[in-house]
């Protein structure tokens, strides 16, 4: 690899975490962390359900109306109480998966999004979804620096030779 490579001449990847299912989120960093620290840069845009993620545990359950309170009720998680999208078992899946990862010394999800950042991971919150579910920035994790909109990830995304929605 040629270390005298500019900044802009790094390689990108995009991804778009749309999920806040536990799997898919280890998927999402997985990927995340071994793209930067092969070198490339890259930038997770969290939307929808994808930003349980990287709520802060406790947070994200007001929002103006009741229609907001009663989906944030009902939207509750943050990364260390993901459901799994397949034999979640009211909980008893992904106890039983954070028990493997243990065995195997994978690192676990909150290790893993501070992994991230510390490798320089872009992670983008949407400002859109944030409007909508009528939640704020004081209501995600300090990794997660910007709130941005679909125009600042696609502009992001054209100049990506990897994009991945999960």
Same mark, same amino acid.
């Given at each position: !690899?040629?270390?005298?490579?500019?900044? *802009?001449?790094?390689?990108?990847?995009?991804?778009?975490?749309?999920s806040g299912e536990m799997d898919k989120a280890l998927a999402a960093f997985?990927?995340?962390? $071994?793209? &930067?620290? !092969?070198? !490339?840069?890259?930038?997770?845009?969290?939307?929808?359900? *994808?930003?349980?993620v990287i709520k802060r545990p406790g947070r994200g359950r007001g929002g103006r109306g009741w229609m907001r309170r009663m989906l944030n009720w009902m939207n509750r998680g943050n990364a260390r109480s993901l459901p799994l999208s397949k034999f979640n078992f009211a909980g008893l899946g992904p106890w039983m998966m954070k028990r493997l990862m243990r065995e195997q010394r994978m690192l676990p999800?909150?290790? !893993?999004?501070?992994q991230a950042h510390k490798l320089g991971v872009n992670m983008l919150a949407c400002s859109?979804?944030? *409007?909508?579910?009528?939640?704020s920035k004081d209501d995600f994790i300090p990794e997660v620096e $910007?709130?941005? *909109?679909?125009?600042?990830?696609?502009?992001? &995304?054209?100049?990506?030779?990897?994009?991945?929605?999960i």
């Open positions: !690899m040629n270390m005298d490579k500019n900044k *802009g001449d790094e390689k990108r990847v995009t991804l778009v975490l749309f997985t990927i995340a962390n $071994t793209a &930067a620290a !092969m070198g !490339m840069q890259v930038t997770i845009f969290f939307t929808f359900w *994808g930003l349980n999800l909150e290790e !893993m999004i501070a859109t979804s944030i *409007g909508l579910m009528g939640l $910007t709130i941005a *909109g679909a125009a600042t990830f696609l502009n992001e &995304a054209r100049q990506a030779e990897v994009n991945l929605f």
